[in-house]
């Protein structure tokens, strides 16, 4: 595994393998990660805290149509990194169950441990998933399009963000509950006070969503969404 993730992040860095004769830590990598079943954000430096032995699992995925599974919809590569101490957390097993359903054409094969037992119904951990790794993932009524066309129709433009020519987009989080209602709204990055303040405004008002699914139950699932304010 050592040399595995070696290559995965020369992949990354120079497109070709590297080896190494010690375990040292990770950089920082420009690219998106999903570690442990969570979508970090992209630059992070998170991995630095990190050896390679302390990985379980890593994969690079480049092609468009397979990142879209996870919610990266950019150009920028993503890279999956479970790591040994939680390999066996819910998100993790709700993880590598997606990762085996892909069929990686021309991609070396990953070593995805088949003797891992699903948790039972009972036994679901009561904290949050991270959309990335849900079996089916939280909705909006009509999906996310008509998600967008409420935020357009009931979003109120700041006059003074209007008057001052302030426009951008706004990124926040949220927990879709069980019974589909929006709790813990929260700014990642934001535009201006009166800007921010009316995107967590309009999400705080949205209609219930259909609540994510893991193993055939409701459970929390943490979303991340980017509400756009344009002058034109």
């Given at each position: 595994m050592k040399n595995l993730y070696l290559t995965l992040l020369s992949i990354l860095f120079f497109g070709f393998a590297v080896h190494a004769q010690e375990s040292k830590p990770l950089g920082k990598i420009n690219a998106h990660i999903i570690l442990d079943g969570k979508l970090l954000p992209i630059d992070t430096d998170t991995l630095k805290h990190?050896?390679?032995d302390d990985i379980d699992y890593a994969t690079v995925i480049k092609d468009t149509e397979h990142k879209a599974i996870f919610g990266v919809n950019d150009e920028q590569m993503l890279l999956i990194v479970i790591t040994k101490a939680n390999k066996n957390k819910p998100e993790n097993v709700a993880l590598r169950e997606k990762l085996s359903k892909i069929n990686f054409a021309g991609t070396p094969k990953m070593a995805i441990n088949p003797t891992l037992k699903k948790p039972s119904k009972d036994s679901i951990a009561s904290?949050?998933?991270?959309f990335v790794s849900i079996e089916k993932q939280p909705q909006f009524p009509g999906g996310i399009k008509a998600f967008y066309q409420y935020l357009g129709e009931?979003?109120?433009y700041p006059k003074e963000a209007q008057k001052n020519k302030i426009f951008g987009r706004v990124f926040l989080s949220f927990i879709v509950e069980k019974n589909g209602e929006?709790?813990?709204i929260k700014l990642i990055r934001g535009v201006s006070s009166d800007i921010d303040a009316e995107a967590i405004r309009v999400v705080s008002g949205s209609p219930k969503w259909s609540p994510g699914i893991q193993f055939g139950v409701p459970v929390r699932v943490?979303?991340?969404i980017n509400v756009n304010f344009n002058l034109n």
């Open positions: 990190f050896k390679e904290g949050t998933f991270d009931n979003i109120k929006l709790s813990n943490k979303y991340n």
